[in-house]
């Protein structure tokens, strides 16, 4: 998990392809990457956990819950010359969970 910018670019640089890419939709916050082997299915419970994390670790860290977005990290690039943390998605799923508030 990146909790600034220049860590989730960072973390981003090393995700392979079919790893998960998790981030609080329309909201700072850190990105969290799932490492998958190979194209191995990821629970949903682990999607599920992944997203409340991303939401902890965000500017909707209190709201009641927020819509996360997920997808492979072959899907989410970085435009040249963007700030850090900015990033583009090709394709995405969203989920809607309640923020894990437990970020200590």
């Given at each position: 998990m990146?909790k600034s910018?220049?860590?989730n ?6 995700a392979?392809?079919d790893?998960?890419w998790?981030?609080v939709?329309?909201?700072p916050?850190?990105?969290?990457i799932?490492?998958r082997?190979?194209?191995?299915e990821?629970?949903?419970?682990v999607?599920?956990?992944a ?5 902890g ?6 709201e ?9 990290a072959k899907y989410v690039?970085k435009?040249k ?10 394709r ?11 970020t200590?």
């Amino acid at each position: 998990m990146g909790k600034s910018a220049l860590q989730n670019d960072s973390l981003l640089k090393r995700a392979r392809p079919d790893d998960l890419w998790f981030h609080v939709k329309g909201l700072p916050g850190a990105h969290v990457i799932v490492h998958r082997r190979g194209k191995e299915e990821i629970p949903q419970g682990v999607i599920e956990a992944a997203a409340r994390l991303a939401a902890g670790f965000s500017k909707g860290k209190d709201e009641s819950k927020v819509e996360v977005s997920y997808t492979q990290a072959k899907y989410v690039r970085k435009p040249k010359g963007a700030p850090p943390g900015l990033v583009v998605l090709t394709r995405e799923e969203t989920v809607t969970v309640a923020p894990n508030r437990q970020t200590e």
